[in-house]
Structures are given as structure tokens and as C-alpha cells.
């Protein structure tokens, strides 16, 4: 099990990995974390970890339009620190640990 000490807000930087293991860079849209970080969060609600909306650029150079390259969004994300084994898709991590 990792150790996550960072706060994650809306906003934050975070690699999503897709049902494909593909990875992406990704914005936080929603942080279910009650305001504490992985570790606090384990520690309040006995071990689990919270999940996160989150958006990115696809990168099918034919899913562009007008706006530009478009971009998806996924719910429901979780914790890819603590799949097993790691980061089996459709979840994310901070950037410094992809």
C-alpha cells in the first residue's frame, strides 16, 4: 500500500490509467476525499480510499473538432496505489508515482 500524504483538491494534476492501461495526464473535476489526503482518509473510514471525477485530452487524433482535441471524462475513479497487482486501469496516481 502506498503512502499519500498530499491533500488532493479539484484542480490537481493526476495520471489516469484507462481499462486499457493507457496512460493520461488528468485534472481532478471532483475529489470525494472529505478534504483529507489517502492516508488520513484510510485512517478515518478503516482502509478504504476515496475516489475522484476527473477529465482528459484524448488522444485519437480523430476525436477533434472546432473546440480542438476532445476530451472525456470518467467517474468513480479510484486509488491506483492500492490495486493489486498496481494500476490494473481505471484509476488514478499522483504524478510522481506513474
Known amino acids: 500500500m502506498s503512502k499519500v500524504e498530499r491533500v488532493?483538491?479539484?484542480g490537481d494534476h493526476v495520471v489516469?490509467?484507462?481499462e486499457h492501461q493507457e496512460q493520461h495526464d488528468a485534472l481532478v473535476t471532483r475529489a470525494w476525499s472529505d478534504g483529507l489526503s489517502v492516508d488520513g482518509f484510510?485512517?478515518?473510514y478503516d482502509g478504504k480510499t476515496?475516489?475522484?471525477?476527473?477529465?482528459?485530452?484524448?488522444?485519437?487524433?480523430?476525436?477533434r473538432d472546432t473546440w480542438g482535441q476532445q476530451t472525456k471524462h470518467e467517474g468513480s475513479?479510484?486509488?491506483?496505489?492500492?490495486q493489486s497487482p498496481?494500476?490494473?486501469g481505471r484509476c488514478w496516481v499522483l504524478p510522481e508515482e506513474a
Open 16 to 18: 489516469y490509467f484507462d
Open 42 to 44: 484510510r485512517a478515518k
Open 77 to 82: 475513479v479510484t486509488y491506483g496505489g492500492d
Open 86 to 88: 498496481a494500476r490494473l
Open 50 to 63: 476515496f475516489c475522484v471525477n476527473l477529465t482528459y485530452v484524448i488522444k485519437d487524433p480523430d476525436m
Open 8 to 10: 488532493l483538491k479539484d
